[in-house]
């Protein structure tokens, strides 16, 4: 695993993206110009730090956003946009995602398995690098320190199962 840094086109799209969000409350987890297949995919993944984001947050960032890309047309090529949460168990790519979930209950998976067998390590993230990911495990005995090179994903695994089911009423 590698953290990644926006590109150019994520980069403008970021800051086009912004003040939108923000007027609405929200925060830009993401945002990712990705191809699959034939297909270009323009993904904005959107959190509120207070509770889940729902249909209307998405929305109130879609047709602003929309329009604005319409009006400067940033991407010479066909795309599809897509705005949404960016989910309870993200992954964390970019440093700012570990710096933002520090002190957050984490799943590491390796790529291969560590000396003890383990390839799937849940703990708290106490910090992470350029070349490391720092974990106390689960039952706090441990603090691991993990090379990013050997890490498949970090996932956020610290959620309220109550508080899910509540917003999926909503």
């Not at 940033?74 to 933002?100: C, K, M, N, W």
């Not at 849940?122 to 090179?149: K, Q, Y």
Request: glycine fraction near 6%; charge should be negative; charged fraction near 30%.
């Amino acid at each position: 695993m590698k953290m990644k840094k926006f590109g150019g086109t994520e980069s403008r799209i970021y800051d086009m993206v912004y003040p939108i969000a923000e007027e609405n409350g929200l925060i830009v987890w993401d945002v990712r110009f990705e191809k699959e297949g034939a297909m270009w995919y323009l993904r904005v993944m959107l959190d509120h730090m207070e509770r889940p984001v729902n249909i209307a947050d998405c929305e109130a960032v879609t047709r602003p956003l929309n329009k604005l890309l319409d009006d400067t047309d940033p991407i010479q090529q066909t795309y599809t946009l897509e705005v949404g949460s960016a989910g309870l168990e993200r992954e964390l790519i970019r440093e700012t995602h570990f710096d933002a979930c520090e002190g957050s209950k984490v799943r590491v998976r390796m790529i291969r398995p560590l000396e003890n067998g383990q390839k799937e390590i849940v703990g708290t993230l106490t910090g992470a690098d350029h070349e490391n990911v720092r974990i106390l495990t689960e039952d706090a005995e441990a603090s691991m320190e993990l090379p990013l090179a050997g890490i498949a994903f970090v996932k956020l695994a610290d959620f309220d199962e109550a508080e899910v089911q509540k917003a999926e009423k909503d």
